[in-house]
């Protein structure tokens, strides 16, 4: 099945500081779409990506929806610390009819220094 | 905040005895979903509905049933828990467009213990 490997598991930055993560697959998909999760909280939809090569932003985060379609990054700009938490990439493909298949990425964790 | 609520919000129970999980959405979305979520497995979809009384299986469906009498809830049934189900599930809805696109948005989760 498909499969989405996101990197880096986790990060440790200092306030301030930019952030990049990815997720990248074999398979293509239709749409990508990015989460962030709170401990004790599900996950919140930051942004959707719907075409090869869209560039979206949402306030301080900035993702990519990569030519290849197999790929995506999603950018933090000048971290805070209310941006801890566990990202999730999703990846989603539509194959006909009610045949709809979203995967998700592991996470990466972010942890943001004062 | 997309409409959706869970209940219970935590429970425990033992080896061997039914549970339900009840999802609630109010944004009256076609598709809804549970999912479960566990460390080193990330979300792993168990059961799919795309209309009254259309469900599908997912990925790890062994073990849960699912009901949709209304398009408002959607039930996840463990006919019979076991400890391997312990874990933290969560319901999705969305809106498929006509091109296909999908985005789920996701209910605020049910921590489920069994001893």
């Known amino acids: 099945g498909q499969q989405l490997n996101q990197s880096p598991q986790s990060m440790f930055i200092q306030e301030g500081e930019d952030v990049s993560m990815n997720c990248t697959s074999s398979?293509?998909?239709?749409?990508w779409l990015w989460y962030k999760q709170d401990p004790g909280e599900g996950p919140v939809l930051l942004i959707a990506?719907?075409?090869?090569?869209e560039l979206t932003s949402n306030g301080r985060l900035t993702a990519q929806f990569g030519i290849t379609r197999k790929d995506s990054f999603l950018n933090i700009s000048a971290s805070i610390p209310s941006d801890v938490g566990i990202y999730f990439c999703?990846?989603?493909?539509?194959?006909?009819?009610?045949?709809?298949?979203?995967?998700f990425g592991k996470g990466t964790l972010l942890t943001v220094n004062p | 905040d997309a409409g959706i609520t869970q209940s219970p919000r935590h429970k425990v129970t033992e080896t061997g005895t039914p549970v339900t999980l009840r999802c609630h959405q109010t944004?009256?979305?076609?598709?809804m979903y549970w999912y479960r979520q566990d460390p080193g497995h990330g979300l792993r979809l168990i059961h799919y509905?795309?209309?009254?009384?259309?469900?599908d299986k997912g990925e790890v469906s062994d073990g849960y049933s699912v009901s949709r009498s209304k398009t408002e809830d959607f039930l996840l049934t463990l006919e019979s828990a076991t400890s391997s189900q312990t874990s933290v599930y969560f319901c999705?809805?969305?809106?498929?467009?006509?091109?296909?696109?999908?985005?789920?948005?996701f209910g605020p989760g049910t921590r489920l213990t069994v001893l």
């Open positions: 999705a809805i969305s809106s498929r467009t006509s091109g296909g696109t999908d985005t789920q948005y």
């Open positions: 398979s293509i998909f239709n749409t």
């Open positions: 990506l719907y075409k090869a090569g």
């Open positions: 999703a990846g989603g493909f539509h194959s006909g009819g009610s045949n709809y298949k979203l995967t």
């Open positions: 944004e009256n979305h076609r598709y």
């Open positions: 509905s795309y209309g009254v009384k259309d469900t």
